[in-house]
């Protein structure tokens, strides 16, 4: 087989694949409408879903995905994943759909921003930031996963986060925006932190001042970064509800969600940073003037031990916040 013939092949692989994806998702929404359909005749409970919902998250997270591989910020597998996550969150609720759309928009147009800086500090940057299917995975399995749980348990649709009229729902909700407003903070602490900082970083373990691109390593200008990414997260989810919540007036004030959004981007950085500060390997290559996340012969050790990747790091983050934060939402929450 040529040269010629080979990348043929790999196109022809990838358009099929795009197509089984596709059909896939549609036979999917299709039968999850019928179902639905029937349940509400049945029962006369649930609220039949639309078509024209199942159509918009069809179509809405294909563009967004479309799109983010044409301007390289997915490669291939991550397009395909991030289409299935980006289905899954939108038909469950549009709040989860916009709270993902901002996440993904702004880590992609920060991690593209000061790229020349960035490919002399960070050793395994990409050429676009190009994140793969398991990136997808790591920062929107969980998402995804609680987005499924709240369809099971409240079926497809916005409600207002109140703890005193529907609790199980409502943790969801708040756990999901949580596990969101963690990665975000981590990649905006991660983005701007690295070339904003006048200061050196210092490890969150010693207070020892580290190289840039040190995991764990944290400064004032990465943490803000990180308050304000989980902020900008749970202002789309805040004004996603006041959009297309009806019974706003009757539940409790939804203005927290703002303040929860900052805090899981705050203590969503540090609890990242702490995991790879001690079980994430840094050392500096000395042969290329870098941080390195593997041991190599040029390499002297910083800090942590070569147990978990960033990916595998950034999956329990958003694991510890999601199920730490809405216990701790819940006792501060204002009830009507």
């Known amino acids: 087989m040529t040269y010629c013939e080979e990348d043929f092949f790999k196109e022809y692989l990838k358009m099929m694949a795009n197509i089984i994806v596709l059909n896939a998702l549609i036979c999917i929404s299709l039968v999850f409408w019928i179902v639905s359909m029937t349940a509400s005749t049945y029962y006369g409970t649930l609220r039949p879903i639309s078509p024209w919902r199942w159509l918009f998250s069809i179509l809405i997270p294909l563009t967004i995905a479309t799109q983010g591989f044409k301007k390289k910020s997915l490669d291939h597998s991550g397009a395909l994943g991030g289409l299935v996550v980006g289905f899954i969150l939108t038909v469950a609720n549009y709040s989860f759909f916009t709270s993902l759309f901002v996440f993904f928009v702004t880590s992609s147009k920060l991690t593209k921003w000061k790229k020349d800086i960035k490919k002399q500090i960070d050793s395994e940057y990409k050429e676009g930031g190009q994140r793969n299917w398991l990136q997808v995975l790591c920062n929107g399995g969980v998402p995804t996963e609680l987005a499924i749980l709240y369809m099971i348990e409240n079926g497809p649709g916005e409600i ?52 840039v691109g040190t995991n764990g390593a944290i400064t004032f200008v990465g943490l803000l970064s990180s308050l304000l990414g989980g902020m900008v997260v749970g202002i789309a989810y805040f004004i996603t509800q006041l959009i297309f919540v009806t019974d706003l007036e009757v539940s409790a004030p939804q203005w927290p969600i703002i303040v929860f959004g900052a805090a899981a981007g705050l203590l969503g950085s540090i609890v990242d940073s702490y995991l790879g500060a001690t079980m994430q390997y840094s050392g500096f290559d000395q042969n290329i003037g870098m941080v390195v996340n593997h041991q190599t012969k040029d390499s002297k050790h910083i800090s ?33």
């Open 160 to 211: 207002p986060i109140d703890f005193s009229k529907q609790y199980t729902a409502s943790w969801m909700c708040l756990s999901l925006l949580g596990a969101l407003a963690c990665s975000a903070g981590d990649t905006w602490a991660s983005e701007i932190g690295s070339v904003m900082s006048k200061s050196k970083p210092r490890l969150i373990t010693t207070w020892e001042k580290v190289p």
């Open 304 to 336: 942590g031990k070569p147990i978990l990747d960033n990916n595998a790091v950034n999956l329990f983050s958003s694991i510890i916040i999601a199920l730490v934060f809405p216990g701790m939402a819940w006792c501060f929450w204002p009830r009507r």
